[in-house]
């Protein structure tokens, strides 16, 4: 596989559920992220990690939690999550957060029942 | 003031003209410039970057910076229809992350 890719690409929970998303970039990079798209709305940044230690946490609500186990592999764990939480979520990678070339995976769409 | 400000569209062009995506930003102390593109329903990809004032160009793509008007803009030259997708503006400012534009839908019409 090549790039970045993310599993699942679609999704659907209710507000009960616990779920995670998967990212993984296949790049060599060192900095992983966390956005969020919603219809009409510019690409919001949620989480960076650097070298696998989290940079930036973008007041994000803690019912959604980032995990960086190494600086190939991100996820982000959803638990009681609300309606206004469906979106589509893109994980993107970059050499370094000095570099800002960043490449976006595919995207899980999220829909929250 | 948003931080970066894009038309929304849709800029509707024909094929063979050229589509001209405008992006204005916020920040004077922003540095890098990026252009991402995005079909529907599918991930942005970035087409083009820019760091230094004036033209960067790559292929049918050029693209313009002017920091003292805090202005960039994306030309397509010969534009065709499967150029048709919404344009992402990203600018990487002073706080060291990228913002991006709500974007620009442009329709090539044959």
Same mark, same amino acid.
């Given at each position: ?5 993310? %599993?699942?690409?679609? =999704? ?26 919603? $219809? ?11 070298? /696998? ?20 592999? =991100? ?39 | ?19 001209? =995506?405008?992006? %204005?930003?916020?920040? *004077? ?7 991402? *593109? ?17 033209? /960067? ?5 050029? $693209? ?20 048709? $997708?919404?344009?992402?503006? $990203? ?13 620009? *839908?442009?329709?090539? %019409?044959?």
């Amino acid at each position: 596989e090549t790039g970045v890719t993310q %599993t699942p690409r679609h =999704l659907v929970m209710g507000m009960t559920n616990k779920k995670s998303l998967k990212c993984e970039q296949h790049l060599g990079h060192n900095a992983m992220y966390w956005y969020k798209q919603s $219809a009409k709305k510019p690409l919001e940044l949620m989480f960076v990690y650097n070298f /696998k230690e989290q940079t930036e946490n973008n007041s994000v609500p803690s019912r959604f939690s980032p995990e960086c186990p190494n600086s190939s592999h =991100l996820f982000l764990h959803l638990h009681t999550l609300q309606p206004e939480d469906s979106a589509l979520y893109l994980c993107a990678s970059s050499f370094q957060t000095s570099s800002y070339e960043q490449y976006f995976g595919p995207g899980t769409r999220l829909t929250v029942t | 003031q948003k931080e970066v400000e894009q038309n929304s569209g849709p800029l509707s062009v024909p094929e063979g003209a050229i589509a001209s =995506l405008n992006c %204005t930003y916020s920040d *004077r102390g922003s540095q890098s410039f990026f252009w991402y *593109r995005q079909y529907s329903g599918k991930s942005p990809e970035l087409i083009m970057f820019i760091y230094s004032n004036g033209d /960067k160009e790559d292929g049918r793509f050029t $693209a313009q910076l002017n920091k003292a008007s805090q202005y960039v803009s994306l030309l397509i030259r010969d534009s065709q229809p499967s150029d048709s $997708a919404t344009y992402l503006c $990203a600018v990487a400012g002073t706080a060291s992350k990228l913002t991006f534009g709500t974007g620009t *839908r442009l329709q090539v %019409t044959l």
